[in-house]
């Protein structure tokens, strides 16, 4: 069972419950097409009992952000209109790219504006801007306008994205982690802290990723850790108590699935 610390936080944790298997979908960035097709391929491989989680970074860094939002509420409405499904059988996760743009929209309590939008901005941010009607040239001349005109234009950016339907409220029920109610599967973003409780993380799921691979037993009685973004680009990757997901979407490469049972077992794996 999961810990009972863990149990009572779920504004910030999504608890999957017990099921048949586990579908993994990899950080995204943006790629609409990709996660189209990707859907084609899931849509008939679900069976009853199946759960599903994004591992975060669905957008930034591609070029139809909106497209992928708009892709990921259709699907969602799909998956829960099969029998015996229920909304907490499929969880969001926030990624670096969802931090980064929460972050922006707060951009006027930043201590330097131009400094962190920049780090932002060569991030991969610029494509989320773009689909909701703003650009670099256009931020950066805001962030150096003081803090008047910068929370106007973070205003807008709210207003233009809560015009596209659904797209503020998905983002902003985004999960930290996701665990399945038995104990046995850990999902998270990019990176966890092994030698940190799990509700002592904080920015470890997004900026974390460099010790993921320190990770050498079963972290707080799971059996396995999930991860859908690898910052340092090495691929797809399956330890002993460990999986990476990420085939490079958003980088040139395909958006990937995996599927896995309740002790880990990797069931299944798709790319488009």
């Keep these: 069972m999961a810990p009972a610390a863990m149990s009572d936080d779920r504004e910030k944790f999504a608890v999957l419950r017990a099921g048949t298997r586990f579908w993994a979908v990899a950080a995204i960035h943006g790629e609409a097409e990709r996660l189209m097709r990707l859907h084609d391929l899931l849509a008939p ?3 009853d009992g199946d759960r599903l989680v994004y591992l975060g970074n669905l957008i930034g860094h591609g070029t139809r952000i909106a497209e992928t939002m708009d892709e990921l509420l259709r699907f969602r409405i799909g998956f829960l209109a099969r ?3 229920f909304a907490a059988d ?3 996760l926030r990624g670096n790219q969802e931090e980064m743009w929460d972050k922006l929209l707060q951009l006027q309590f930043a201590p330097s504006p131009p400094e962190v939008l920049g780090w932002m ?11 909701y009607g703003s650009s ?3 931020a950066m001349g805001v962030a150096r306008q003081g803090a008047v005109a910068i929370s106007r234009w973070t205003g807008q950016l709210r207003a233009r994205m809560q ?5 503020a409220r998905l983002l902003s029920g985004l999960k930290r982690a996701a665990y399945s109610e038995a104990g046995g599967l850990l999902f998270v973003n990019a990176g966890i802290d092994p030698a ?3 509700t002592a993380q904080s920015d470890s799921f997004w900026w974390g990723g460099g010790s993921f691979g320190r990770i050498a037993s079963p972290y707080a009685g799971f059996t396995r850790v999930v991860r859908g973004f690898d910052p340092s680009h090495g691929g797809a990757a399956e330890g002993e108590f460990t999986a990476t997901i990420d085939a490079g979407c958003g980088f040139g490469g395909p958006l990937a699935a995996a599927c896995f049972d309740e002790q880990g077992a990797l069931l299944d794996w798709i790319e488009a």
């Design 196 to 198: 940190r409780p799990l």
């Design 83 to 85: 029998p015996r499904v």
């Design 90 to 92: 499929v969880a969001y």
């Design 136 to 138: 670099t040239a256009e």
């Design 121 to 131: 901005l060569r991030q991969g941010l610029e494509g989320t801007l773009a689909a």
């Design 45 to 47: 491989r679900l069976v």
């Design 163 to 167: 015009a596209h339907g659904g797209h």
